[in-house]
């Protein structure tokens, strides 16, 4: 089967192209033009409408969508902050001392909670967020010296975060801790289960 390529859109950025990402919805597209620093965004229903986030002297280390695909997150340089810029409104949030730059993040499989890595105080924590006020529902503390990584279960019940390689050790070995998460809304306490695994990248449920 032959397909007819043709151009649908045709978009001019301002300056040298960092990052491009498709929205979930196939709607939206965004370019990173990370060294400027700015975030270009399009529709290719319609063409007229556009949209433009410049962080100025925060800068940009790194852009995704949100499962809506009505959302930017962005990460400023040196982890200073995340912030999610909505496509509805003007309205934005701000995420203090994101862990990572391109990792740290994991969204529900439904897209209702986000999960996102920050560090404070020399500790790791864990924040979650109702991805449709993008509240902060709470934050707790994890047991990691370096955390590397976050993911959400496929059924959205447990979260499963992996320190960085222990690099003293002659056999490299990640810990795993996987933190249930009964009632995500009525959020208190959380019990994590530790597990010593075999240090292979990447890790999946």
Same mark, same amino acid.
């Given at each position: ?6 151009v649908?859109?045709?978009?001019? +950025? ?5 990052? %491009?990402?498709?929205? &979930?919805?196939? !709607?939206?597209?965004? +370019? ?12 290719? *229903?319609?063409? !007229?409408?556009? +949209? ?13 969508? /949100? ?21 509805? &409104?003007?309205?934005? =949030? ?32 864990? &924040?979650?967020?109702? +991805?449709?006020?993008?509240? @902060? ?26 320190? /960085?390689?222990?690099?003293?050790? %002659? @056999?490299?070995?990640?810990?795993c801790?996987?933190y249930?998460? /009964? ?13 010593? =695994? &075999?240090? *292979? ?5």
């Amino acid at each position: 089967m032959f397909y007819d390529l043709q151009v649908v859109q045709l978009f001019s +950025c301002l300056d040298k192209i960092s990052h %491009v990402e498709w929205a &979930n919805d196939s !709607e939206y597209i965004l +370019c990173g033009l990370y060294k400027r620093p700015m975030i270009q965004a399009w529709s290719l *229903t319609q063409p !007229e409408w556009t +949209c433009k986030i410049d962080e100025g002297p925060a800068g940009i280390a790194y852009a995704r969508w /949100s499962p809506d695909s009505r959302h930017i997150l962005t990460t400023s340089d040196f982890q200073l902050r995340l912030t999610v810029w909505s496509l509805l &409104n003007t309205a934005c =949030v701000h995420v203090q001392g994101p862990k990572h730059g391109s990792k740290g993040v994991s969204f529900t499989r439904d897209g209702k909670f986000a999960a996102i890595c920050t560090r404070r105080d020399c500790k790791d924590y864990v &924040n979650l967020l109702s +991805c449709h006020t993008w509240e @902060i529902m709470g934050a707790f503390a994890v047991d990691t010296l370096d955390l590397a990584d976050i993911e959400w279960s496929p059924d959205d019940s447990a979260i499963v975060i992996w320190d /960085s390689p222990l690099e003293y050790k %002659v @056999i490299e070995f990640v810990f795993c801790f996987i933190y249930h998460v /009964s009632r995500v809304l009525d959020f208190i306490s959380m019990k994590g289960s530790k597990c010593g =695994v &075999n240090y *292979t990248l990447p890790i999946s449920w």
